[in-house]
């Protein structure tokens, strides 16, 4: 037997090599637990917008849809708090004639997030589509922000994102504006210095495994 001097734990041979073991996996669990965060979209000029109703077509379910008459948002300003740009058309912050836009943008995932959430602002009112999906319908008629969760609509490869915006008061010159974002968190990979120390971990276990003594008949 062999008594540990700081944990007082009494064990047999090859008892702390089972412990080692044990703290790899434990340690392994725990980083496969842990997630990351990105963002998978956010407005900004690669946004294709247009003033033109694009009418009952397939403008926010069809990848393959289009957009190439669409012109290259326009930055408005920054989003407080964000890294998406407020966007609109050409027409600028106060047009009185391009008083409504319609807005795609195709990001494509390597792997599902655990969770993603869609945050939104629209001065003033609009409609956000995932994947031909309705996530977002405000029509609350005046500037507001919401977030939605939108997780179980993304797919592994090219998602759509698509939007139209609209803007309410002329006695305010129409203004306007429209930011979106998409923030996920994903599952962290182990690093490869991870698996090495796990592999390891399990060929000490394995090679104790062979000589019986994780056999726990034999006291
Ligand atoms: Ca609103
Ligand atoms: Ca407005």
């Known amino acids: 037997m062999?008594?540990?001097?700081?944990?007082?734990?009494?064990?047999?041979?090859?008892?702390?090599?089972?412990?080692?073991?044990?703290?790899?996996?434990?340690?392994?669990f725990g980083v496969a637990t842990a997630s990351s965060a990105a963002v998978l979209t956010a407005t900004d000029s690669t946004w294709k917008v247009t003033a033109t109703n694009p009418g009952a077509g397939d403008w926010n379910s069809n990848l393959a849809f289009d957009d190439s008459g669409w012109q290259s948002a326009t930055e408005l300003a920054n989003w407080a708090g964000y890294s998406a740009k407020v966007i609109w058309s050409s027409g600028g912050q106060y047009s009185q004639t391009e008083t409504q836009i319609w807005a795609r943008s195709i990001f494509n995932l390597l792997s599902l997030p655990l969770s993603a959430i869609l945050n939104n602002g629209f001065d003033d009112d609009g409609d956000i589509y995932i994947n031909g999906v309705q996530v977002v319908s405000d029509h609350n008629g005046y500037a507001s922000n919401s977030s939605a969760d939108i997780t179980s609509h993304l797919v592994l490869g090219d998602?759509?994102?698509?939007?139209?915006?609209?803007d309410n008061y002329l006695t305010w010159g129409y203004n306007h504006g429209a930011a979106v974002q998409v923030d996920a968190n994903f599952a962290e990979v182990p690093e490869p210095m991870s698996l090495a120390l796990l592999g390891l971990g399990l060929g000490g276990l394995l090679a104790l495994r062979r000589r019986g003594r994780l056999n726990p008949s034999q006291g």
């Open 2 to 28: 062999i008594r540990d001097v700081i944990t007082g734990f009494t064990a047999r041979p090859g008892g702390k090599l089972m412990r080692f073991g044990a703290f790899l996996l434990v340690g392994l």
């Open 159 to 166: 998602n759509l994102i698509a939007f139209t915006a609209t």
